[in-house]
Protein backbone atom coordinates (compact mmCIF):
# COMPACT_ATOMS: atom_id res chain seq x y z
CA UNK A 1 0.00 0.00 0.00
CA UNK A 2 0.90 3.76 -0.71
CA UNK A 3 -0.14 6.76 0.76
CA UNK A 4 -1.12 9.32 -1.52
CA UNK A 5 -1.31 13.19 -1.41
CA UNK A 6 -4.13 15.46 -2.71
CA UNK A 7 -3.04 19.06 -2.74
CA UNK A 8 -5.21 21.64 -4.39
CA UNK A 9 -4.15 24.67 -5.55
CA UNK A 10 -6.77 27.57 -5.76
CA UNK A 11 -8.04 30.04 -2.90
CA UNK A 12 -7.44 28.58 -0.50
CA UNK A 13 -4.63 26.30 -1.33
CA UNK A 14 -5.04 23.03 0.64
CA UNK A 15 -1.55 21.29 1.75
CA UNK A 16 -2.81 17.16 2.33
CA UNK A 17 -0.62 16.47 5.29
CA UNK A 18 -1.87 13.28 6.45
CA UNK A 19 -2.32 11.38 2.98
CA UNK A 20 -4.82 8.34 2.06
CA UNK A 21 -3.49 4.91 2.24
CA UNK A 22 -4.37 3.10 -1.40
CA UNK A 23 -3.34 0.01 -2.83
CA UNK A 24 -2.52 1.44 -5.92
CA UNK A 25 -2.44 4.43 -8.69
CA UNK A 26 -5.71 3.35 -10.00
CA UNK A 27 -7.33 3.46 -7.19
CA UNK A 28 -5.79 6.88 -6.05
CA UNK A 29 -7.17 7.87 -9.61
CA UNK A 30 -10.54 7.24 -8.43
CA UNK A 31 -10.19 9.14 -5.17
CA UNK A 32 -8.84 12.16 -7.08
CA UNK A 33 -11.95 12.29 -9.78
CA UNK A 34 -14.56 11.76 -6.97
CA UNK A 35 -13.12 14.20 -4.21
CA UNK A 36 -12.19 16.71 -7.29
CA UNK A 37 -16.11 16.84 -8.00
CA UNK A 38 -17.12 16.83 -4.26
CA UNK A 39 -15.37 19.92 -3.79
CA UNK A 40 -15.61 21.80 -6.91
CA UNK A 41 -19.51 21.35 -6.45
CA UNK A 42 -18.88 22.89 -2.81
CA UNK A 43 -17.26 25.95 -4.10
CA UNK A 44 -21.26 26.76 -4.76
CA UNK A 45 -20.22 29.33 -7.71
CA UNK A 46 -16.73 30.49 -6.13
CA UNK A 47 -14.67 28.97 -8.51
CA UNK A 48 -12.16 31.90 -9.83
CA UNK A 49 -12.06 33.06 -13.33
CA UNK A 50 -8.84 32.81 -14.63
CA UNK A 51 -7.04 30.57 -11.89
CA UNK A 52 -6.83 27.05 -12.30
CA UNK A 53 -7.94 24.84 -9.83
CA UNK A 54 -5.31 22.15 -9.55
CA UNK A 55 -5.30 18.66 -7.60
CA UNK A 56 -1.84 17.18 -7.25
CA UNK A 57 -1.82 13.67 -6.69
CA UNK A 58 1.31 12.24 -5.06
CA UNK A 59 2.99 9.65 -3.55
CA UNK A 60 4.98 11.25 -1.02
CA UNK A 61 8.33 11.61 -3.56
CA UNK A 62 6.59 12.67 -6.87
CA UNK A 63 3.41 13.80 -8.49
CA UNK A 64 1.42 11.02 -10.05
CA UNK A 65 -1.26 12.98 -11.35
CA UNK A 66 -2.62 16.19 -11.52
CA UNK A 67 -6.40 17.42 -12.49
CA UNK A 68 -6.52 20.64 -14.17
CA UNK A 69 -9.82 22.70 -14.26
CA UNK A 70 -9.47 26.16 -15.71
CA UNK A 71 -12.73 28.71 -16.39
CA UNK A 72 -12.59 31.46 -18.64
CA UNK A 73 -15.06 34.36 -18.35
CA UNK A 74 -15.79 35.77 -21.32
CA UNK A 75 -17.43 39.26 -20.09
Given amino acids: MTVYYFNVTHQPDILDQEGVELPN ?36 ESTVFTLTFYAHRWR
Wanted: glycine share 12%.
Fill in 25 to 60: DAAAWEEATRTCGEMIRELDGNLVAGKPWIMEVSDG
